[in-house]
């Protein structure tokens, strides 16, 4: 059969956008890595499906797989490309948009043609539901990886995220070190690592190796992330700039008890149909 997709980023994480409420159609892991490979499939960072709602008080299910085939239970860059799809495909008028997802439900607000904002719900500290292998509240927690301790904070956003803090984001050694972290044994479902260089109490420079994809251009629970890691160490202010390889999302969370609301942009690439 012919599956019609949109192929769309935010600020580079690149995604294959699929709306499942008026097609059909069962994707295995096995294809939906076929799909993520850049050279033998249309490629991208997550493969994000549009579905009806399953409960009440949503309008719409928003299902996320990383090139790997694995399902997961949040993706921020994909919420707000997931906004603009669902508006673009007329499958609702509503500038307010209430989806579900695996890690809790969101609220999507489309400002402008371009730019979308994000209430992610709240950070999640506590380690059991992170998930994270510690007694207390991770901020910060040493953790050894081949001989080397780094001092990491813990933070979920629906989905696992460890966050470092670095002199300079450009010495980082992202590459040497995000596949190792990723399956650090104190993460029991893997995690998102997130190298952070604080600018000032407005700014951080921040690069993620992405649980499932590898590096990205931009990671929009990670920028999230890093903002409650950086402001639980009263290193950051309540609106943060956060700059990521891809470009600039604006963070905002006000502390415990606050959602943490993200702003940024969607770009839509081009139209697609795909055999599957
Ligand atoms: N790799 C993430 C999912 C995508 C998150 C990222 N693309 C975002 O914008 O939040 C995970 O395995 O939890």
């Not at 993706?75 to 209430?98: E, P």
């Not at 371009?114 to 007694?135: K, Q, S, T």
């Amino acid at each position: 059969m012919l599956l019609r997709f949109t192929k769309m980023h935010g600020l580079g994480n690149d995604f294959m956008v699929i709306d499942l409420v008026t097609q059909h159609a069962r994707l295995t892991e096995e294809k939906i890595k076929q799909l993520a490979n850049r050279h033998f499939g249309i490629g991208f960072d997550q493969l994000l499906i549009v579905e009806p709602p399953s409960k009440p008080d949503v309008d719409f299910k928003y299902r996320i797989f990383n090139a790997d085939g694995s399902e997961v239970e949040q993706c921020g860059n994909g919420a707000r490309c997931f906004a603009r799809f669902v508006r673009d495909r007329k499958l609702t008028s509503k500038r307010t948009i209430n989806v579900e997802t695996q890690g809790g439900d969101i609220t999507l607000i489309v400002h402008n043609h371009n730019d979308v904002e994000v209430d992610m719900g709240y950070p999640i500290l506590e380690p059991a539901l992170i998930p994270f292998h510690a007694e207390q509240q991770a901020i910060t927690y040493p953790i050894n990886c081949h001989n080397q301790t780094f001092e990491i904070s813990a933070v979920s956003m629906g989905n696992p995220h460890m966050v470092l803090i670095v002199e300079d984001i450009l010495q980082a050694q992202v590459e040497k070190w995000g596949p190792l972290l990723e399956k650090h044994e104190s993460f029991p479902q893997r995690a998102n690592v997130g190298f952070m260089q604080v600018i000032n109490s407005q700014q951080i420079k921040l690069r993620v190796f992405e649980r499932g994809a590898g590096e990205t251009l931009a990671c929009g629970t990670g920028a999230c992330a890093a903002v409650v890691a950086g402001r639980l160490q009263n290193l950051l202010a309540e609106q943060v700039q956060v700059d990521l390889p891809g470009g600039s999302l604006q963070i905002e969370w006000q502390g415990s008890g606050h959602s943490v609301r993200m702003i940024g942009p969607t770009t839509r690439v081009f139209e697609g149909q795909v055999r599957i």
